[in-house]
């Protein structure tokens, strides 16, 4: 068998045996992508003076808007502190609106600003275009299978919840 995952025999007919050598190379290859992936917004992200964190806000609160404070703690799985001095300076610069909530006042909803919508957008085009690319040249079944491998490797008690939060795809 060469460096390659046994693709030749039909994929019934195939044993997937994986050297400890593949999967290093494996888990170097994800922090090579994790690098490419991140690259550009962070770079954008730097000009504010912003960090991961505050793109991984905007992210969820873009994609749900009305999310509650708790409800992106349990998402982001950061402490209440760390969340608490993002959401702050994200407020404060404009980006999201903190809203009290309809149904419990003691609850934060948050939306993004139209600027938060709009540096969001900035801070995903570039990620949604080398993920686009890459889909693309791997083809329908090698996406199929790497949003498989991806799902495995989420804690399992938390698959159910992350897997509802994620969706299909087809939103």
């Not at 990620?127 to 498989?148: D, I, N, S």
Request: zero cysteines; glycine letters at 8%; a neutral charge.
């Amino acid at each position: 068998m060469s460096r390659r995952f046994a693709a030749t025999a039909p994929r019934g007919e195939q044993l997937l045996f994986l050297t400890d050598d593949q999967l290093r190379n494996g888990i170097e290859l994800m922090f090579f992508a994790y690098r490419g992936f991140t690259a550009d917004p962070d770079l954008l992200l730097e000009d504010y003076g912003y960090g991961r964190a505050h793109h991984r806000a905007l992210h969820f609160v873009n994609r749900r808007p009305g999310l509650t404070v708790n409800a992106l703690l349990d998402i982001l799985g950061v402490t209440k502190q760390s969340l608490n001095r993002v959401l702050r300076q994200l407020v404060e610069d404009g980006l999201i609106d903190s809203r009290v909530g309809e149904t419990d006042r003691r609850q934060r909803n948050l939306f993004l600003t139209e600027s938060g919508k709009a540096l969001e957008r900035s801070l995903s085009e570039s990620q949604r275009t080398r993920m686009r690319k890459a889909y693309m040249e791997a083809g329908p079944e090698a996406v199929h299978g790497f949003r498989t491998v991806l799902e495995q490797m989420i804690d399992p008690d938390m698959r159910p919840r992350v897997l509802g939060l994620v969706g299909d795809g087809d939103d």
